[in-house]
């Protein structure tokens, strides 16, 4: 199965009936994603996956793409450090390539953390598994569909 399909199943086995759009050029960055939509940065959510340096669990993290993570909060939550996962690990525990990492989807299950300012925006854009995929949801409804804790990840 397909990293997009998989994506589109686990959007389906929540209800959620988003259409996955296909776009002409890569979006690998957030600001990338956002001139192909036409929209502002602020509604690209990046998938950022980190492993804890204790146990080496993989760690989801969604941010606005006009953010920055402060990884301290972050880690501070898990009360472990936290190393950025690199393109090899990424792929390994969510089958998806660095620039098309979905919030949903993945193979192994992750924690989920969101930050707060996502939320504040009506629609928000997220990966669906491939670089060139994307699909458009409520940020609330992304939320309860990770099970996201919703906190304050940014600096």
């Not at 472990?80 to 990424?90: I, P, S, T």
């Amino acid at each position: 199965m397909s990293s997009i399909n998989r994506v589109e199943q686990a959007l389906r086995a929540h209800d959620q009936d988003y259409q996955i759009k296909q776009l002409d050029e890569s979006a690998h960055t957030a600001s990338q994603a956002a001139f192909a939509l036409g929209c502002d940065v602020a509604q690209i959510v990046k998938s950022l996956v980190f492993k804890t340096c204790d146990s080496e669990q993989a760690v989801l993290a969604l941010i606005s793409g006009d953010k920055r993570l402060d990884i301290n909060k972050l880690a501070a939550v898990l009360n472990q450090r936290l190393d950025k996962a690199n393109a090899e690990y990424v792929k390994t525990v969510t089958g998806f390539s660095i620039g098309g990492v979905a919030p949903v989807g993945s193979i192994s299950p992750l924690p989920v953390y969101m930050d707060k300012t996502l939320l504040k925006h009506d629609r928000v854009w997220a990966a669906a598994g491939h670089p060139k995929a994307i699909f458009e949801i409520n940020p609330q409804h992304l939320l309860m569909i990770t099970a996201a804790t919703a906190l304050d990840l940014t600096g």
